[in-house]
């Protein structure tokens, strides 16, 4: 079985800043893709941002040049720093992962969620 674990949020003013941390822990042998998405009440859950097992980025236009996502291979940890964020950040932040398993003799590539961490920016 395999967890991801996020902390990190909590209430940061307009123009500060926060950092978020996603750990993987369990059957793991090795963790593609991680991603942060978030979900604004009345809104559908999008993504923020994604880094790849080789480090490739992409970003969401509305936090280009203010979020930065990063990874520990080492740690299984994934980051996202939030800069300059703004109200219109606030919402439920989710790490994402791809994340390979040995099974026996044979190996399996599923995508699990985190639970979720409450970010809210105040003006």
């Known amino acids: 079985q395999v967890q991801l674990v996020e902390s990190g949020g909590g209430l940061v003013q307009a123009g500060g800043s926060l950092r978020l941390a996603c750990a993987a822990s369990g059957n793991i042998f090795t963790i593609y893709t991680m991603a942060w998405y978030r979900q604004a009440p009345g809104k559908q859950r999008e993504l923020v941002a994604s880094?790849?097992?080789?480090?490739?980025?992409n970003y969401a236009d509305s936090v280009k040049d203010r979020f930065t996502i990063s990874r520990d291979n080492a740690k299984n940890t994934v980051y996202l720093q939030m800069n300059s964020p703004k109200p219109e950040d606030t919402a439920v932040y989710y790490c994402?992962?791809?994340?390979?398993?040995?099974?026996?003799?044979?190996?399996?590539?599923?995508?699990?969620w985190g639970q979720g961490t409450q970010v809210t920016v105040s003006s």
């Open positions: 994402n992962a791809d994340i390979n398993s040995p099974s026996g003799r044979f190996y399996y590539t599923k995508q699990y």
């Open positions: 880094i790849t097992g080789g480090g490739s980025t």
